[in-house]
């Protein structure tokens, strides 16, 4: 006896629009219908479907290492992983309820897992230069995934989980199907502010599972900021003991850090810390006397602070210390260190900075001031053995940076002649300025989103490949754990998509079709992800 399900997991339908909806109806797009392409988010760069089903059944059915295989079951990243997959795809039913399909279909038990490589990546932690390539085939006879490294395994299994979907009786349905698949850049970003409200774990691990939905591939996490500092540094624990909003729940422990950066690796997702100095540190200063700039009023220290006081040599040692610290708690090779909107007010105030600056023949110019600071911090990260990236001021202001340095272009006035100029030198760089999703607006915004083009800029070829990728950004002044989730997604699979798909990939009629079963996958598996206009998901979740 089976009990049959009323209704597929992944229909969808759209209410016809009424007069009242018109006045926000989209006249770019008509209502969802089947992509030839089923439900790939994002799309992959060659895909071939198949009208041939098969019926897959799921007590049977088994993620398994295939023959030749130079990964087995002590590989951590695929164990997890084919546990979290068969998960999502049955969607946790009770095995033996499910209804048997049509007889007439081939039957598909089991997906071949195997990585090629003898340096397959198993136990590391991915990196900007990890391959996420895959082969996909589901055949008659079998299905078979194939990836050089780990990576690309994880990837492959997401998308494997995208073909399987259900029919009106319940039963489980894949269509034989052949992938070929890489991502367009390598680095995937989502940024994460926990200074603005402080995000509990939860929040965090819950954006990681989603980032592995959409293939994306890099937390920046902008950790502290001017408002709290959530790091508990076990080197200067004072700095959160005084600059977090509270210093026993509102902090993030080496533990949590670990398994933050454990739970990415197993997504195959890099974790990169942010400590943006010498702006944006009003918490630090809380918990390490005399790391800001005093400033004045009428000649006297007014108790108010300003950024990090460049002029005086403890700072530096306790820059040193700290980033030593930060750079062992987080193992990727990158550290974001900020260096955007430095207000100079405070250091032009302060006569022992002018007296430094006079010294060392700086004259008025306050770029130059920052500019040295900002170089001794690029020193000491270097020292350390780490790359850096930065926000654009520090590369407009002329610092001297390492060839290898990332430059992130944020600000959204002119940032394709931003994008030039910063290839132009010769530097990398990644693209966030028309992606900072803390902004809404009413009406399908992803659009917009998804029309940017990263290499849309007057350069050679040569400086369109030094764009490695680029952010979703999702500044926390009014986000929290209450809204961030659907504040994040589905735009950001616009972002996700723009940048693991082939350029030419453009349709928004298509992206529709296939992004409005995405996001329903995505609601079905705990995301809270807004709806991207009228409709309803067969699985509605309460949240
Ligand atoms: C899968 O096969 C069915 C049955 O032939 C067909 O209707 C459907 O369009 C196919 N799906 C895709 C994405 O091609
Ligand atoms: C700061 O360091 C510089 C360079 O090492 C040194 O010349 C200077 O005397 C030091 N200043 C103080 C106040 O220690
Ligand atoms: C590239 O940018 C120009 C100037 O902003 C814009 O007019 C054009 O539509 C963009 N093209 C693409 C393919 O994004
Ligand atoms: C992207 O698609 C175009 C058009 O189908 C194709 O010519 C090109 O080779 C593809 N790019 C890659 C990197 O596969």
């Excluded at 040569?462 to 809204?483: M, S, Y």
């Excluded at 350029?503 to 995405?518: E, P």
Aim: proline share 6%.
């Amino acid at each position: 006896m089976t009990a049959v399900r009323s209704v597929p997991v992944l229909l969808f339908v759209v209410a016809a629009a009424s007069n009242a909806y018109r006045l926000h109806k989209f006249p770019e797009l008509t209502a969802p219908e089947p992509s030839p392409y089923g439900s790939l988010w994002p799309l992959p760069q060659s895909v071939q479907v198949s009208p041939v089903v098969m019926f897959i059944p799921p007590p049977e059915f088994r993620i398994v290492h295939g023959e030749g295989s130079t990964a087995g079951p002590d590989c951590l990243v695929l164990q997890d992983a084919f546990r979290r997959y068969f998960d999502y795809m049955f969607d946790y039913i009770r095995l033996k309820d499910v209804p048997a399909g049509k007889t007439s279909s081939g039957r598909l038990v089991e997906l071949q897992v195997i990585l090629t490589s003898k340096d397959n990546e198993c136990h590391k932690y991915p990196s900007i230069l990890s391959d996420e390539s895959y082969k996909l085939s589901v055949n008659d006879d079998g299905a078979v995934l194939q990836a050089s490294q780990v990576w690309g395994a994880v990837r492959g299994l997401e998308t494997f989980s995208q073909l399987v979907y259900k029919d009106e009786t319940g039963a489980f349905l894949i269509n034989k199907t052949q992938i070929t698949d890489f991502p367009r850049f390598a680095h995937r970003g989502i940024l994460l502010d926990t200074s603005r409200h402080f995000l509990p774990l939860k929040v965090i691990l819950r954006t990681l599972d989603a980032m592995s939905f959409n293939k994306l591939n890099v937390l920046h996490w902008h950790i502290v900021d001017d408002q709290s500092f959530p790091y508990q540094s076990e080197t200067f624990p004072e700095l959160s003991d005084k600059g977090a909003y509270q210093p026993f729940t509102h902090i993030y422990t080496f533990i949590d850090i670990r398994m933050v950066i454990e739970y990415a690796r197993l997504r195959g997702i890099r974790v990169v810390p942010e400590f943006d100095t010498p702006g944006h540190a009003d918490s630090w200063g809380k918990g390490q006397k005399d790391l800001l700039t005093p400033c004045y009023k009428d000649g006297e220290p007014s108790g108010t602070f300003g950024p990090v006081n460049p002029i005086i040599n403890n700072t530096y040692t306790f820059m040193y210390k700290l980033f030593r610290e930060i750079g062992k708690v987080f193992p990727d090779q990158y550290i974001h260190l900020g260096g955007d909107e430095v207000d100079f007010s405070c250091w032009k105030s302060n006569p022992d900075i002018n007296k430094f600056m006079a010294e060392h023949g700086f004259g008025t110019d306050y770029c130059k001031l920052e500019s040295y600071y900002v170089q001794q911090i690029l020193g000491i990260v270097s020292s350390l053995k780490k790359g850096y990236m930065v926000w654009q001021e520090v590369f407009d202001n002329h610092d001297q940076l390492k060839p290898d340095t990332v430059v992130e272009v944020w600000k959204e006035k002119n940032y394709q002649e931003e994008m030039a100029a910063v290839t132009a030198a010769g530097f990398q760089t990644l693209l966030s300025a028309p992606w900072y999703l803390n902004r809404i607006t009413i009406g399908q915004d992803w659009i917009q989103i998804y029309h940017v083009e990263p290499t849309n800029f007057s350069g050679t070829e040569e400086q369109k490949h030094l764009v490695i990728g680029g952010e979703a950004c999702l500044w926390g002044e009014f986000v929290d754990a209450t809204n961030l989730t659907p504040r994040l997604w589905p735009r950001a699979s616009a972002v996700a998509e723009r940048l693991w798909s082939n350029k030419t990939v453009t349709s928004v009629q298509d992206a529709y079709n296939r992004l409005v079963v995405h996001r329903c996958r995505m609601v079905g598996r705990g995301i809270a992800a807004e709806p991207l206009y009228v409709g309803f998901c067969e699985n509605e979740v309460n949240y």
